[in-house]
């Protein structure tokens, strides 16, 4: 598949680990992810608000939560926020056929509008692009405004695409 | 019930079809497939194979071809009148696990007047 890049490159993004006080005054802290966390991270998605599914992903149920974390985490980079024990966010860069990445983000529902999610799409970036990544791409649906400013914010640009997700791509 | 199957070159759209197969085999529902033109596979090879689907299960499936636009060409001849639901394949996962629909498929949701069943 045929994907435009914006032509200029976009960063370079702060690489993590960093710590940070979000908008409700939790201490917040981001790392690069290790397999060691898993149980963790599962933990996170098992307490994953429906309502935030996206285009299928994360799974509902448990068995395909641990499954489809295996296939994500094989490849590509991760970051993952902390509050306290508790894991509340995770960035995910995947690899894809074409030597490119596609990115996805998640945030636990009661961690949101808090200032999170920019700040774990921008260490993610950060690490992706100090490894070496180049072409960064999302799909997001077309109605969710508020993912879609923060991508924009970051730096990625409109592709194509008369579907119901519009893509997004980076240049690092 | 009458069901019509949308089957492009795609394996995915074989997978769905073998499983609708399966299935009017235990119902007894009237099946129809359809063969939409893609840039996947040539006409005659996909009805060749979907003919040896229908054979190998021991079922009676009418088959037809769709010519032009698939979208358009499905939902036409599910909304003439002759068919309770239209099946379709379910979308191909991206990298990170998102579903993602095909163009012909997201043209049947939003046109067809029949029920359209994703095959999962």
Redesign the interface.
């Known amino acids: 598949m045929s994907r435009s890049y914006p032509d200029d490159s976009v960063g370079p993004f702060e690489r993590p680990p960093e710590t940070f006080t979000d908008a409700h005054a939790r201490e917040i802290e981001i790392s690069v992810y290790d397999d060691e966390e898993f149980a963790a991270l599962a933990e996170m998605y098992v307490a994953f608000d429906p309502a935030d599914r996206?285009?299928?992903?994360p799974?509902a149920n448990e068995g395909a939560i641990d499954e489809?974390l295996d296939?994500?985490l094989a490849?590509?980079y991760d970051v993952v926020a902390y509050h306290g024990d508790a894991c509340v966010g995770h960035a995910?860069l995947?690899?894809?056929s074409d030597g490119a990445?596609?990115?996805?983000i998640f945030v636990l529902d009661t961690h949101q509008a808090a200032g999170i999610g920019s700040r774990l799409l921008e260490a993610l970036l950060g690490h992706a692009g100090r490894e070496g990544t180049e072409r960064v791409w999302l799909?997001v649906e077309r109605w969710n405004q508020t993912a879609i400013a923060l991508y924009r914010k970051v730096g990625f640009g409109t592709c194509d695409t008369?579907?119901?997700?519009m893509e997004m791509a980076i240049r690092l | 019930m009458n069901v019509l199957v949308g089957i492009d070159g795609t394996e995915r759209a074989f997978a769905a079809f073998e499983r609708v197969v399966a299935r009017v085999k235990e119902t007894g529902d009237d099946l129809t497939a359809a063969i939409v033109a893609s840039e996947i596979e040539r006409p005659d090879t996909i009805e060749r194979r979907v003919r040896e689907v229908i054979d190998g299960e021991g079922i009676e499936a009418a088959v037809r071809r769709i010519e032009g636009h698939a979208g358009g060409g499905l939902v036409d001849l599910a909304d003439d009148g002759e068919f309770d639901r239209l099946v379709v394949d379910g979308g191909e996962?991206?990298?990170?696990?998102?579903?993602?629909?095909d163009?012909t498929t997201?043209f049947v949701l939003l046109n067809a007047e029949t029920s359209v069943t994703l095959a999962r």
């Open positions: 996206a285009q299928g992903i799974p489809w296939t994500i490849s590509g995910t995947v690899a894809d990445h596609e990115l996805a799909t008369e579907s119901f997700e | 996962r991206s990298p990170t696990g998102k579903i993602r629909l163009p997201e």
